[in-house]
Each structure stands twice: as structure tokens, then as C-alpha cells.
């Protein structure tokens, strides 16, 4: 699609896999030592919430682990996971359009949080896509997120494109949320 798009001036609607398959369980096995930061996404129903973590290592690689997988809840429960998260002294990020409502609750009970825009993911998905491909990323190669990075397709944005959480046939709620954790560390 990519080159029909861009060498050939060619419109395309195509959604496909965001990574080649394969590509994520090929990134080393490991996880944060120190986190640095706790990415929150959920999916529109809030029927799943998931909470990634990510450090930046020493040696420039990206370590990740999914802190927490949350069914069938509520914002009044991710606020109180996100309360005793905050003894670590990290900062949250969210996407602002899908979690605005827990950003601002957490805001006011003092806590750091960066909300983040639909310009911030595609960013965040070019990013994550090119530390997958060079196998800069540590991972403990989490089911969940395993699943989910394998299922995610990517959608057209602009010039650009983003992981897309409509269009992927699947819940990827730990994909996004990981994809947001390796982008601000």
C-alpha cells in the first residue's frame, strides 16, 4: 500500500499488519528495572484497561512489561491502581481523547500526567515500529501483549500512519499503551 500511496500518487484504504509477523517476538527477553513511566489505555467500553511500563537503559535499549490488565472495569478502579502505582514517583501518560476524564482526576489528586494527541501516536507508532525492526526493545513476551502487537494494523494518517485500535478486528489496549510508554521514555 505504501508504495501504491507514495510512488505512484495511487489513493488506498488498505489496513495491514502494522509489524511483519514475527517481528516482536524476536526483540530480546527482559524487563524494566527502573520504570520510568506507566502508559494507560483502554478500550472504548472500558470492557479492558492496561497499564505498560518502560525504561530507557543505558545502552539505548527500551525495556517494557504490562503492569496491568484490568476486565470489565471503571475509572474508579484504574484511579485507585494509579494511586498505589504513584509511590514510585513515575508519570503517567494517556491519550487525551480516549482518557481525558481519568488524566483530569488524576491531575487534581496531584499526580504527573502527560496526555498525549493523535499527532503524539502516529509518532509513537513510527518510533515503536523502528525499534522493533533494529530489536531495540526488551520485553518478558507478555501473552497479552504478544497477542495484541501481532494483531494491531496500521491505518494511513496524513502523510504518515498510526496504529489503529478501530480497524485491528481485535482489543489492542496493551499494544497502544506500550506503544506510548517506549515513545515517552
Known amino acids: 500500500p505504501d508504495a ?3 510512488r505512484l500518487n495511487q489513493f488506498v484504504s488498505s489496513m495491514n ?8 517476538s524476536q526483540c530480546p527477553n527482559g524487563r524494566p528495572t527502573n520504570p520510568e513511566v506507566f502508559a494507560i489505555e483502554r478500550t472504548s467500553g472500558w470492557e479492558y484497561c492496561s497499564i505498560v511500563t518502560a525504561e530507557l537503559r543505558e545502552d539505548g ?9 484490568l476486565n470489565n472495569t ?24 480516549v482518557l481525558d476524564d481519568l488524566g483530569a482526576s488524576l491531575k487534581q489528586k496531584g499526580l504527573r500526567v502527560q496526555m498525549t494527541s493523535n ?28 497477542l495484541q502487537m501481532q494483531r494491531a494494523v496500521r491505518k494511513n494518517s496524513g502523510e504518515s500512519w498510526r496504529i489503529a485500535r478501530k480497524d485491528s478486528g481485535t482489543e489492542i489496549d496493551a499494544a497502544v499503551a506500550t506503544v506510548l510508554a517506549i515513545w515517552f521514555v
Request: hydrophobic share 45%; net charge neutral.
Open 74 to 97: 471503571n475509572i474508579d478502579e484504574v484511579i485507585k491502581l494509579c494511586l498505589d502505582l504513584a509511590k514510585f514517583g513515575k508519570p503517567f501518560i494517556m491519550d487525551g481523547n
Open 17 to 24: 499488519a502494522w509489524i511483519p509477523v514475527g517481528a516482536w
Open 119 to 146: 499527532k503524539d501516536l502516529i509518532s509513537a507508532s513510527n518510533n515503536t515500529y523502528s525499534r522493533i525492526m533494529k530489536k531495540e526493545l526488551i520485553h518478558p513476551s507478555d501473552d497479552i501483549v504478544s
Open 61 to 69: 535499549m527500551i525495556a517494557t512489561e504490562l503492569v496491568a490488565s
Open 4 to 6: 501504491r500511496r507514495y
